[in-house]
């Protein structure tokens, strides 16, 4: 069973900046294929940005320029910096790994952008 443990949501103000980090139980972490989603109240989860295990990127349009994703092989972990946050990046935001067509979720963490 592949655990995935995030960090690094909290509030902060509308142009800030936070970073958030998904570590991962499996030295498997560097064959896997790793995004953020993320989940605002009332709405559905939603795709942010995913990482293939040769590193090759993707963004929702909603936060490409804004967001990048990346990740440290050697620290298992999949790192997610969100620049010039709006309000409306207010969500829960999961890490999610596709390993041996097995999905993982992590237990998300809050990000809340206000004033």
């Known amino acids: 069973q592949v655990q995935l443990v995030e960090s690094g949501g909290g509030l902060v103000q509308p142009g800030g900046s936070l970073r958030l980090s998904c570590t991962a139980s499996?030295?498997?972490?560097?064959?896997?294929?790793m995004g953020w989603y993320r989940q605002a109240p009332g709405k559905q989860r939603e795709l942010v940005a995913t990482?293939?295990?040769?590193?090759?990127?993707n963004y929702a349009d909603s936060v490409k320029g804004r967001f990048t994703i990346s990740r440290d092989n050697a620290e298992k972990t999949v790192y997610l910096q969100m620049n010039s946050l709006k309000p409306e990046d207010t969500a829960v935001y999961y890490c999610?790994?596709?390993?041996?067509?097995?999905?993982?979720w992590g237990q998300g963490t809050q990000v809340i952008v206000s004033s």
């Open positions: 990482i293939s295990s040769s590193s090759s990127t």
């Open positions: 999610h790994a596709r390993f041996a067509a097995n999905d993982y």
């Open positions: 499996t030295n498997a972490f560097r064959f896997s294929f």
